[in-house]
């Protein structure tokens, strides 16, 4: 706000109340500190056009098709940059989180800006107007579990009749799971040499099998790595 940037935002399924209650983000939005855009009714800035309907339940999909063919119908007609905000998972990107089909979607956007899935995922559908990108979550959730991954964003040129979407890579606390199936102290060293490449301290998952190990032996090598750590389990 103090620098004159503009922002826009849509609200996610973690941001609708359940409850009959005000949704933290609408303070930014009362405040003018960002533009609440989440109702499916286009917002201008400068010659860009912006389209966002906020999380939509699975069994309401089928009452917001004439509100896409609606959108459709505005975007055809704007000549500049056409975005669209959504919350949902697509189905050729994750079938067990798709909600919908690429081709229930308006076609007529230069770029489509997902939310939901918390994978990075970038997809060009034949059938749209430009690309369809999930930066994913900014953070490691608990549904992830303890992984090796990169979270970011994407910084989108939309200077040219083509979107560009370029990944930024943020830095997040290091994780990893790592399994021990024998030789206890060289794996245990390994863990180590890898913790002291981290500029922060990681979140480890460590797995051993075996039936011969023991526990007493294990907590003792372990103590080794749990000063070196956020968490160990």
């Keep these: 706000k103090q620098n004159s ?33 989440g109702r499916g009714e286009p917002a201008y800035y ?16 089928s009452t917001f098709e004439e509100k896409f063919k609606n959108l459709d119908s ?7 940059p056409k975005i669209l905000v ?20 308006p076609k007529n956007f230069t770029y489509y800006a997902m939310g939901h899935l918390h994978d990075k995922s970038v997809k060009q559908f034949d059938q749209l107007g430009g690309p369809l990108a999930y930066p994913g979550s900014t953070e490691m959730t608990t549904s992830e579990g303890i992984k090796e991954t990169e979270k970011g964003f994407f910084e989108v040129d939309i200077s040219s009749q ?16 790592t399994k021990i199936e024998e030789d206890l102290d060289t794996s245990i060293s390994k863990i180590l040499e ?23 032996v294990v907590q003792t090598k372990i103590s080794q790595i749990i000063p070196q750590t956020l968490h160990c389990s």
């Design 5 to 37: 940037l503009e922002s826009f935002f849509i609200l996610g399924e973690h941001d609708i109340s359940r409850i009959r209650a005000t949704p933290v983000p609408y303070v930014y939005h009362n405040l003018e500190f960002s533009k609440y855009i």
């Design 46 to 61: 400068k010659d860009v056009m912006i389209a966002g309907i906020d999380k939509i339940r699975k069994n309401e999909i």
């Design 74 to 80: 505005v975007a055809k007609q704007h000549s500049g």
């Design 86 to 105: 959504l919350h949902q998972g697509i189905t050729e990107i994750n079938q067990f989180a798709g909600e919908l089909n690429a081709s229930d979607l």
């Design 162 to 177: 083509e979107a560009k979407p370029n990944w930024i890579k943020l830095n997040t606390r290091p994780q990893f799971s």
């Design 194 to 216: 890898k913790i002291s490449t981290f500029d922060k301290k990681p979140v480890v998952e460590i797995k051993i099998i075996g039936k011969d190990i023991e526990r007493d």
